[in-house]
């Protein structure tokens, strides 16, 4: 990234985009270069990948109340992992505009079969701020219903029920390393089940 110098100081409210020019437009992913302002009024270019976004959801089978509830992740491949990853279900918007609250509750159907009773909001994260706009919606998932999956051709995944005190010691050991599932289960087992969650074990 190359930076000019400005003539004057600028305000920050003026720091944004000044002009964009398309790379590449994919089915995931738009890249543009833009020139942008920043700050101390200075000038530059950033390559700026633009994405949909997407929202996560974490499946609670057991009560909020237990002890140590039970929640469902799955084990997807990843070819940018080169392997197996441990993740809540998540996916990108079906159609520009669908509300992340029905995104979530479609990806819960579609990847482990669940219907929820009722969809917790928790937060949104920005993946990658650095060279990505993508934001992820977080949510836990309560009251679940069996049902069927429905996954796309090059989704491969298996269930896998465990209590969110195993899934936070994955987390801490480093078997569980996927983003937006680490902070999924924090946020969750720290404001959503904090009260009755077990504490990990010692180091």
């Not at 918007?93 to 995104?103: I, K, L, Q």
């Not at 937006?180 to 959503?192: D, E, G, Q, R, S």
Request: charged share 25%; glycine share 6%; aromatic share 8%.
């Amino acid at each position: 990234m190359t930076r000019e110098p400005s003539e004057r100081p600028r305000n920050l409210l003026e720091a944004g985009a000044i002009a964009s020019r398309e790379i590449f437009d994919g089915r995931i992913v738009h890249l543009t270069v833009d020139d942008v302002r920043f700050p101390d009024g200075s000038t530059g270019q950033l390559e700026m990948i633009r994405h949909s976004g997407a929202a996560a959801v974490l499946p609670l089978l057991g009560e909020p109340a237990d002890p140590d509830p039970e929640i469902l992740l799955v084990r997807q491949y990843r070819y940018a992992a080169a392997g197996y990853l441990y993740e809540v279900p998540a996916g990108r918007p079906a159609y520009t505009g669908e509300p992340w609250r029905d995104c979530a509750a479609r990806e819960l159907r579609e990847e482990t079969g669940y219907r929820a009773d009722h969809l917790e909001r928790l937060t949104m994260i920005y993946t990658t701020p650095g060279f990505t706009d993508e934001r992820i919606h977080l949510y836990l998932a309560r009251g679940l219903t069996p049902g069927e999956t429905a996954h796309d051709q090059d989704e491969f995944m298996e269930m896998e029920r465990m209590p969110l005190s195993r899934a936070l010691t994955m987390v801490r050991d480093g078997m569980i390393v996927d983003a937006k599932t680490i902070c999924t289960l924090l946020y969750a087992a720290t404001f959503n089940l904090a009260p009755r969650t077990p504490s990990l074990p010692a180091t």
